[in-house]
C-alpha cells in the first residue's frame, strides 16, 4: 500500500508559479512510475506530466509542455511539478498517482492516488 500525499496548491494570478510535491509513504517510491493529474469543475480527470521509476524519462500532455516540469526525489520519496507561467485553465485539482508497471497518460492504470490539492489561477 501506498500512501501519497499532496501539497503546494493555492491562488495564484496569470503568470505566475507553483510547485506542486506529492510524498510518498509506506512503499519505496522508486518502485513506481509517478503521474499528476488535473480535474476541473465538471471536466474529466486528465493526465498533466509522467515520470519513470527512475526520472529518466518523462512524459508532458500538449497543454502543459514547455511551462510545467515533472521531478522526482527517489531518496527522499517526493515528486514533483514545478508549473510556469499558470493560466486561469489550469485552475484543478492537482492529484499525484502511482503506476507499479510503467509511464502512461492511462488513468485506469494508476494504483493509487493522493487526495488532491487545489491550484486556482486567477486572471
Known amino acids: 500500500q501506498v500512501r501519497l500525499v499532496e501539497s503546494g496548491g493555492g491562488l495564484v494570478q496569470t503568470g505566475g508559479s507553483l510547485r506542486l510535491s506529492c510524498a510518498a509513504s509506506?512503499?519505496?517510491?522508486?518502485?513506481?512510475?509517478m503521474g499528476w493529474f488535473r480535474q476541473a469543475p465538471g471536466a474529466e480527470r486528465e493526465f498533466v506530466a509522467g515520470i519513470t521509476r527512475s526520472g529518466s524519462s518523462t512524459d508532458y500532455a500538449d497543454s502543459v509542455k514547455g511551462r510545467f516540469t515533472i521531478s522526482r526525489d527517489n531518496a527522499k520519496n517526493t515528486v514533483d511539478l514545478q508549473m510556469n507561467s499558470l493560466k486561469p485553465e489550469d485552475t484543478a485539482v492537482y492529484y499525484c498517482?502511482?503506476?507499479?508497471?510503467?509511464?502512461?497518460?492511462?488513468?485506469?492504470?494508476?494504483?493509487?492516488w493522493g487526495q488532491g490539492t487545489q491550484v486556482t489561477v486567477s486572471s
Open positions: 509506506g512503499r519505496t517510491l522508486s518502485n513506481y512510475a
Open positions: 498517482a502511482a503506476n507499479r508497471l510503467r509511464l502512461t497518460r492511462r488513468r485506469s492504470e494508476y494504483d493509487y
